[in-house]
């Protein structure tokens, strides 16, 4: 999850108003050197850059060799780069007018300042249907009813489970559509759970912890996400952190220190964690690489009536305005997109065009998955915008601990950060629309 703090973001927004402001740079040929053309059809070889960071490309090497191979004229040169250092480094080429052809949508406030080339045109023309894909991990392409970036799979986050554990326990396995209460959960939990003090012999119900990363943002923000303050510390939301505080507290879920000491997809599979609430890119292939039976829901929600949700994500490709060669680099993404949505079906992971995927029969014969692609169905919506939305949630990792540790209430502990908050999201809104 990305996660920026408040002087950096302001920082940051000074950076790309500036960027703004500055005059395009133009780049003239050195003395005796032709000028690359800037259509393919010109027989000219042009050479198109992508910076993007590992663990989001295994396959993309695969593409980028059968595009060439058809595209003679157009070279691709794939820049690796630190997710950490990713922002940096885009903000320090947009000031300085010189960013990749190709890059991730990683910050919605380059949307904002006009840094991403609207795709919609070029991607009805290449009959790639937006609607097809999956819309939750869109969400972050969509900025005033235009689209600015796609990708080729999706991330998503849900509720994993060991069936052989529930079986064991005698506990109905949940829905893949129709989410569980907190208390729901809760109750389940403590019926899975194993206590012992022999290590070999305990068993974890689950592994939830603060529920700001999985929980719809409608839950702890207002609609227009202009307001968190009544809604961070409203009867719902404190109840389902007081549930889960006395779920830690009573030993039915693992700590954060068990956590960090014990990887909760291995537990998983090994049969010492019932359920994990983690993404589907790494709880998937460990729990088929075991053999073991599992299945998936979406993760609980705060009160009945609430609508399934599953937080999902794609490597959203764009094509930057300032881009050298941007009919080129238009090119490549819907290629990409077209032979990337396979490829990742045939290594097993989810596309992130779900039609395609039903098309392809990602489940197979895996009631798992068939349980996974139903809860990222009916899951996996679009979210409201929230500027700087994990810097205005950080109160809320240190206010569960003092939940759990320091035996504060849930509601004391959630009227104290709410109007902190508050503040910071009056600022993110703020440096928000200072952005031209």
């Not at 689209?147 to 064991?168: E, H, R």
């Not at 719809?216 to 889960?244: C, L, P, W």
Request: charged fraction near 20%; proline fraction near 5%.
């Amino acid at each position: 999850m990305k996660r920026f703090h408040a002087g950096i973001y302001l920082l940051l927004i000074v950076v790309m108003v500036l960027s703004a402001c500055a005059p395009a740079v133009t780049q003239q040929p050195a003395d005796g050197e032709t000028p690359q053309a800037n259509t393919s059809g010109s027989g000219d070889v042009v050479t198109i850059n992508i910076w993007g960071f590992a663990g989001e490309y295994e396959f993309l090497p695969q593409v980028i060799e059968t595009f060439q191979a058809e595209n003679p004229n157009i070279k691709i040169e794939l820049t690796d780069i630190p997710e950490g250092d990713y922002v940096t480094k885009i903000d320090t080429a947009l000031l300085a007018n010189d960013p990749p052809d190709i890059g991730y949508m990683y910050e919605r406030r380059w949307l904002k300042a006009g840094k991403f080339q609207a795709l919609d045109e070029y991607l009805q023309q290449e009959n790639i249907i937006v609607d097809d894909y999956n819309a939750g991990a869109m969400s972050a392409c969509f900025y005033e009813g235009k689209v600015y970036c796609i990708g080729t799979y999706t991330g998503a986050v849900l509720m994993f489970y060991n069936k052989t554990l529930f079986d064991n326990a005698g506990v109905a396995y949940p829905s893949a559509t129709e989410p569980m209460t907190i208390d729901e959960y809760a109750e389940m939990i403590k019926k899975l759970s194993v206590p012992s003090d022999d290590i070999n012999q305990r068993v974890w119900g689950g592994d939830a912890g603060a529920p700001g990363w999985w929980i719809e943002r409608t839950t702890m923000f207002s609609e227009d996400g202009a307001k968190t303050d009544g809604f961070i510390n409203d009867e719902a939301t404190v109840h389902a952190y007081q549930v889960i505080a006395d779920m830690r507290q009573a030993g039915s879920v693992m700590t954060s220190s068990e956590g960090q000491l014990m990887e909760g997809t291995d537990l998983l599979a090994q049969g010492k964690l019932a359920t994990s609430i983690i993404d589907n890119a790494v709880a998937i292939p460990t729990l088929e690489t075991a053999g073991i039976k599992w299945g998936a829901a979406p993760p609980p929600v705060e009160k009945k009536g609430d609508l399934p949700y599953s937080p999902t994500w794609t490597d959203a490709y764009g094509v930057f305005t300032q881009a050298d060669h941007p009919e080129e680099a238009k090119k490549f993404i819907a290629y990409l997109v077209k032979v990337g949505n396979e490829k990742q079906l045939e290594l097993g992971n989810l596309s992130l065009n779900l039609k395609l995927a039903a098309e392809k029969n990602y489940a197979g014969d895996s009631e798992g998955r068939k349980e996974a692609l139903s809860a990222i169905e009916v899951g996996g919506r679009e979210v409201i915008d929230i500027p700087a939305f994990w810097d205005v949630i950080d109160p809320t990792w240190d206010g569960f601990e003092q939940m759990v540790n320091d035996g504060r209430t849930a509601q004391e502990v959630l009227n104290e950060i709410a109007p902190v908050m508050q503040e910071s999201l009056d600022q993110s809104w703020e440096v928000w629309e200072s952005i031209q």
